[in-house]
């Protein structure tokens, strides 16, 4: 894998109920024991100062096959968003401790 795809980020594009396109960029992605997956995306921003300004949520969002087709779909029930979403950010919080350990050897 060349080094500059390993930092190209992964965009979907989605469109909304009304029919509105916006690109995400994938942060995580993970299938449950049920085998349900599940995505967590952020709008994408183009400029990385942009991003500092930016307060744009994690969205989570669920694979749902329509015929062969698979679509990304809001969660419905509280609880399963819920519980979803804090599987997320611990797996999210774990990446950035992650990166922070991997800085600081490098600065030894």
């Known amino acids: 894998m060349s080094e500059l795809s390993e930092f190209t980020p992964d965009l979907y594009t989605l469109v909304d109920e009304d029919g509105v396109e916006q690109t995400f960029e994938l942060i995580d992605a993970m299938e449950t024991e ?25 969205v989570i969002l669920k694979a749902q096959m329509d015929g062969d087709e698979e679509l990304l779909v809001s969660i419905d029930d509280d609880a399963e968003f819920e519980q979803i979403g804090q599987m997320f950010m611990k797996r999210i ?11 600081d050897s490098e600065t030894e």
């Open 34 to 58: 049920e085998g349900q997956r599940y995505f967590a995306l952020v709008p994408y921003i183009e400029n990385p100062e942009d991003s500092l300004e930016s307060s744009d949520d994690l």
């Open 93 to 103: 919080e774990e990446m950035f401790e992650d990166d922070e350990d991997f800085e």
